[in-house]
């Protein structure tokens, strides 16, 4: 089956240090890879995603890139802030069936200043 | 845009007691709906999923169930909570008027303690 297997949480950095939360996945097929991100108190939301192989996805300064032959999508920001401070999830969606999402068991991240 | 009322944040419930979770869609309509769960230090399991009213597939056998008797509305149920019925509750939404749509707009979830 398909499977999400993120780094354990809590991860705690000071502000401006850098930031990596491993992910890696097992699919059946060629899945689409997210990163959702939840701020205390508010929905998920969609960071960024890939869709094929050495895509690569940021926004907010994020970045991860769709890595096939480790089966990696890696999430990385180079200087973090105190408003980074959130839940971040990783997941996977084929394209076929139901479409529904395969997450990974979050990564809380606390940035403190 | 599309958002997601989910209600309520956190709920404490005594073992054997019903539950009923509701959500409901706004900004479009026909979506595909799910409920996720997660519990304590694991990702966030599928529950159920539902492509219009009335039709609800479900993806692990367990004590609870869903009914979505309107386009924008997905409940959850259960007749007699368990322990094991503890965790985040999340419900979700998809956007299916672009065929290639893989985004999921999300509720803010339930926090459901049973004692």
């Known amino acids: 089956g398909n499977s999400v297997t993120q780094m354990e949480g809590p991860v705690t950095l000071s502000e401006e240090a850098f930031l990596t939360i491993n992910c890696t996945y097992t699919?059946?097929?060629?899945?689409?890879l997210f990163w959702y991100v939840q701020y205390p108190g508010e929905g998920l939301q969609l960071l960024l995603k890939?869709?094929?192989?050495?895509d690569k996805g940021s926004n907010k300064g994020f970045e991860a890139t769709y890595r096939k032959e480790t089966t990696s999508f890696h999430l990385e920001k180079g200087s973090v802030q105190v408003s980074d401070s959130a839940v971040y999830f990783c997941?996977?969606?084929?394209?076929?069936?139901?479409?529904?999402?395969?997450f990974g068991s979050g990564t809380r991240l606390q940035v403190q200043p | 845009s599309q958002t997601i009322h989910q209600w309520p944040a956190t709920l404490v419930q005594p073992v054997g007691s019903p539950l009923s979770l509701e959500c409901t869609v706004e900004?479009?309509?026909?979506?595909?709906l799910y409920w996720y769960r997660q519990a304590a230090g694991r990702g966030l399991q599928l529950l159920f999923y539902?492509?219009?009213?009335?039709?609800i597939s479900s993806e692990v056998p367990q004590n609870l169930s869903a009914s979505r008797p309107q386009d924008r509305q997905f409940i959850l149920s259960s007749k007699k909570l368990l322990l094991s019925d503890s965790g985040f509750y999340l419900c979700?939404?998809?956007?299916?008027?672009?065929?290639?749509?893989?985004?999921?707009?999300f509720g803010s979830g339930t926090q459901l303690s049973v004692l």
């Open positions: 539902s492509v219009g009213i009335g039709q």
């Open positions: 997941a996977l969606v084929l394209d076929t069936g139901r479409r529904a999402l395969t």
């Open positions: 979700a939404g998809r956007d299916t008027k672009i065929s290639t749509n893989e985004k999921l707009f």
């Open positions: 890939a869709t094929k192989a050495d």
């Open positions: 699919a059946t097929g060629y899945p689409s």
């Open positions: 900004g479009t309509s026909n979506p595909n």
